[in-house]
């Protein structure tokens, strides 16, 4: 019995349907110095059920930490500390967190531990990129991973034993400062460039409130806003909650070699060629047709695309297509006949080098 691969195909023209939906301001943008922080600190694990580890580092540590509460071990006493285990910690600080709120953070074995399940958190000072301490972590560890070993050598082990978070585990000690405060303005920055959604972005705004808003470049959008922080506030709380209409994206082909999935972009032409491949014919015809109303009715005169496919698998190895078809239905009838995704992918590499796409295409 011959296996047929299933090509994973989405097109973006037919989920979308021939109309773009409106889209939040509050879903497309970001405000400029509205931004999450990074932490990251060193610390000790303790309470391991003999899963810990024992090096250099972590026996140094150790010692250190004991010195700071005035014990003071020989130098040439090497603990036993298979119960303790080096870690990295580290965190988001998102704006406007207050010292004595809480974060999340995620443990990770710095060394050779092989579990962290069941171990504690000592106090951690979480840094950031500026050398300055932000929180302080400390907590007990909920791990979902584990492992196991035999005395012959044979180990199971499940998900990640070694990572492990511990919720609402760091208090904040110090604020971020964000510029959100100042000036006479306030930034949007786009999350997907485009000059057209930029300029459509302002243009929303200035229907709401003339004048305020200006496009910068294919990213930005400049926004007038009141110096009163609690005005600013309301006013960024209505502008984010207006609807718009983003640009199309640009004509792309995306190819992943690996998984065989492709994604074609609706704005994605054929100009006219023929490509020869495998034992697969495939006829495209485009046609226009024109719907008129009588002359007392009432509506539009509209024009309609009709496509017609014709499908064989002969000695005949031709595909003919006329132009402006799109890329989707090329690819929909290799699919009817069960063409493997490498089929695919060599036709659209075959016609990208012929000039035949209006797009661009790339593989990942």
Same mark, same amino acid.
Not at 16 to 40: C, F, P
Not at 49 to 69: A, D, H, R, V, Y
Not at 183 to 196: A, E, M
């Given at each position: 019995?011959?296996?047929?691969?299933?090509?994973?195909?989405?097109?973006?023209?037919?989920?979308?349907?021939?109309?773009?939906?409106?889209?939040?301001?509050?879903?497309?943008?970001?405000?400029?110095?509205?931004?999450?922080?990074?932490?990251?600190?060193?610390?000790?694990?303790?309470?391991l059920?003999?899963?810990?580890?024992?090096?250099?580092?972590?026996?140094? $540590?150790?010692?250190?930490?004991?010195?700071?509460? +005035?014990?003071?071990?020989?130098?040439?006493?090497?603990?036993k500390?298979?119960?303790?285990?080096?870690?990295?910690v580290?965190?988001?600080?998102?704006?406007?967190?207050?010292?004595?709120?809480?974060?999340?953070?995620?443990?990770?074995?710095?060394?050779?531990?092989?579990?962290? #399940? +069941?171990?504690?958190?000592?106090?951690t000072?979480?840094?950031?990129?500026?050398?300055?301490?932000?929180?302080?972590?400390?907590?007990?560890?909920?791990?979902?991973?584990?492992?196991?070993?035999? =005395?012959? +050598?044979?180990?199971?082990?499940?998900?990640?034993?070694?990572?492990? #978070?511990?919720?609402?585990?760091?208090?904040?000690?110090?604020?971020v400062? $964000?510029?959100?405060?100042?000036?006479?303005?306030?930034?949007?920055?786009?999350?997907?460039?485009?000059?057209?959604?930029a300029?459509?972005?302002?243009?929303?705004?200035?229907?709401?409130?003339?004048?305020?808003? #200006?496009? =910068?470049?294919?990213?930005?959008?400049?926004?007038?806003?009141?110096?009163?922080?609690?005005?600013?506030?309301?006013?960024?709380? @209505?502008?984010?909650?207006l609807?718009?209409?983003?640009?199309?994206?640009?004509?792309?082909?995306?190819?992943?070699?690996?998984?065989?999935?492709?994604?074609?972009?609706?704005? @994605?032409?054929?100009?006219?060629?023929?490509?020869?491949?495998?034992?697969?014919?495939?006829?495209?015809?485009?046609?226009?047709?024109?719907?008129?109303?009588?002359?007392?009715?009432?509506?539009?005169?509209?024009?309609?695309?009709?496509s017609?496919?014709?499908?064989?698998?002969?000695?005949?190895?031709?595909f003919?297509?006329?132009?402006?078809?799109?890329?989707?239905?090329?690819?929909?009838?290799?699919?009817?006949?069960g063409?493997?995704?490498?089929? @695919?992918?060599?036709?659209?590499?075959?016609?990208?080098?012929?000039?035949?796409?209006?797009?661009?295409?790339i593989?990942?």
């Open positions: 019995m011959k296996a047929v691969i299933k090509i994973t195909l989405i097109l973006s023209g037919l989920i979308l349907s021939t109309a773009s939906y409106a889209q939040r301001i509050k879903d497309a943008v970001d405000v400029a110095g509205v931004r999450t922080n990074q932490l990251i600190g060193y610390g000790l694990v303790v309470g059920p003999g899963t810990g580890e024992q090096s250099p580092f972590t026996e140094q $540590s150790f010692k250190t930490m004991l010195s700071n509460f +005035g014990i003071t071990m020989p130098e040439n006493l090497k603990p500390i298979k119960n303790v285990a080096a870690v990295a580290h965190a988001e600080l998102n704006a406007f967190k207050k010292p004595g709120q809480t974060i999340d953070v995620t443990v990770s074995s710095m060394g050779s531990a092989q579990s962290l #399940r +069941g171990g504690t958190l000592l106090q000072i979480l840094m950031g990129i500026d050398g300055n301490a932000y929180a302080v972590a400390q907590g007990s560890l909920v791990v979902s991973g584990l492992g196991a070993e035999g =005395l012959d +050598g044979s180990k199971v082990v499940v998900n990640t034993p070694t990572v492990g #978070r511990i919720a609402n585990g760091a208090t904040v000690e110090r604020e400062a $964000s510029p959100f405060a100042h000036g006479d303005h306030i930034t949007l920055n786009l999350r997907k460039t485009d000059f057209t959604t300029k459509r972005l302002a243009d929303t705004i200035n229907d709401l409130v003339p004048g305020v808003a #200006r496009a =910068l470049d294919a990213a930005s959008v400049q926004v007038d806003a009141p110096r009163d922080i609690s005005d600013r506030v309301g006013f960024l709380s @209505v502008i984010e909650n609807e718009f209409e983003p640009a199309k994206g640009s004509a792309k082909i995306i190819v992943n070699s690996r998984t065989g999935t492709i994604v074609i972009g609706s704005e @994605v032409k054929l100009l006219a060629a023929a490509v020869t491949h495998g034992g697969i014919t495939v006829n495209i015809n485009e046609l226009r047709d024109v719907s008129q109303p009588n002359a007392f009715a009432e509506g539009e005169t509209v024009v309609t695309n009709q017609t496919i014709n499908v064989t698998q002969s000695d005949a190895r031709m003919v297509f006329e132009p402006g078809v799109t890329l989707d239905t090329l690819v929909r009838a290799i699919n009817g006949v063409a493997g995704p490498g089929d @695919v992918m060599a036709i659209l590499e075959a016609l990208d080098q012929a000039g035949a796409i209006r797009g661009e295409l593989i990942i």
